[in-house]
């Protein structure tokens, strides 16, 4: 079992900045894709950034050039530092981890998922 705890969501402006933390626990030897997901209402839950444990990343087309995660395997902790932040970013922010990357991109598959923390930009 991997429990995962999200920090760092609030409030921002647009064109502001925010980092999103994501502290594994438990089996973290078993992870190999890590990353976030994000939820705004009505919609729905999508793969905004994504690393496995050799440093391989993929990205949403709409955060591409904006966002960065980063991972930390000895600390086991996974961060997504999101500038240039716009009013279509707010969301509730997931941290997600599985020990297949291919799982990752999919919700339906992924098998450790965090509590969620709120991202607002206003306008």
């Known amino acids: 079992q991997v429990q995962l705890v999200e920090s760092g969501g609030g409030l921002v402006q647009t064109g502001g900045s925010l980092r999103l933390s994501c502290a594994a626990s438990g089996s973290t030897f078993s992870i190999n894709a890590i990353g976030w997901y994000r939820q705004a209402p009505g919609k729905q839950r999508e793969l905004v950034a994504a690393i496995s444990s050799g440093g391989y990343t993929n990205y949403a087309d709409s955060v591409k050039g904006r966002f960065t995660i980063s991972r930390d395997n000895a600390k086991n902790t996974v961060a997504l530092q999101m500038n240039s932040l716009k009013p279509e970013d707010t969301a509730v922010y997931y941290c997600?981890?599985?020990?297949?990357?291919?799982?990752?991109?999919?919700?339906?598959?992924?098998?450790?998922w965090g509590q969620g923390t709120q991202v607002t930009v206003s306008s």
């Open positions: 997600a981890a599985d020990k297949i990357w291919g799982r990752l991109s999919s919700p339906s598959y992924v098998t450790s």
